[in-house]
């Protein structure tokens, strides 16, 4: 059972940045495409982004391009996600995903593991 850890989480001013984190202590995350959910309260669980298991392929959720970036250090285990700009609006919970293969998914059922999620909050 693939277990996945999300960090980096926490409050930041409007216009601040967080860097969140997804690792998979002792399995290897080679074999996954990872996407970033996340959800707010109310709210259903949104894609946010995902790269792709190998060719670096990124997506993104239209209301994060040029401000969000998602990468993956393979030597580290580890995939990144780099949010800019952030905006109250992106106040979520924010979690990590893994599916199996080379694509990325759209859909959070698609996902075969998750993480327990990492709280972020953007307010002044």
């Known amino acids: 059972q693939v277990q996945l850890v999300e960090s980096g989480g926490g409050l930041v001013q409007p216009g601040g940045s967080l860097r969140l984190s997804c690792a998979a202590p002792g399995f290897t995350l080679d074999y996954y495409a990872i996407g970033w959910f996340r959800q707010a309260p109310g709210k259903e669980r949104e894609g946010v982004s995902c790269?792709?298991?190998?060719?670096?392929?990124?997506y993104y959720v239209d209301s994060v391009k040029g401000r969000f970036t998602i990468s993956r250090d393979n030597a580290k285990n580890t995939v990144y996600l780099q949010m800019n700009s952030l905006k109250p609006e992106d106040t979520a919970v924010y979690y990590c995903?893994?599916?199996?293969?080379?694509?990325?998914?759209?859909?959070?059922?698609?996902?075969?593991?998750w993480g327990q999620g990492t709280q972020v909050t953007v307010s002044s």
């Open positions: 995903a893994a599916v199996t293969g080379e694509l990325c998914r759209p859909l959070a059922y698609e996902y075969d593991y």
């Open positions: 790269i792709s298991r190998s060719d670096g392929t990124t």
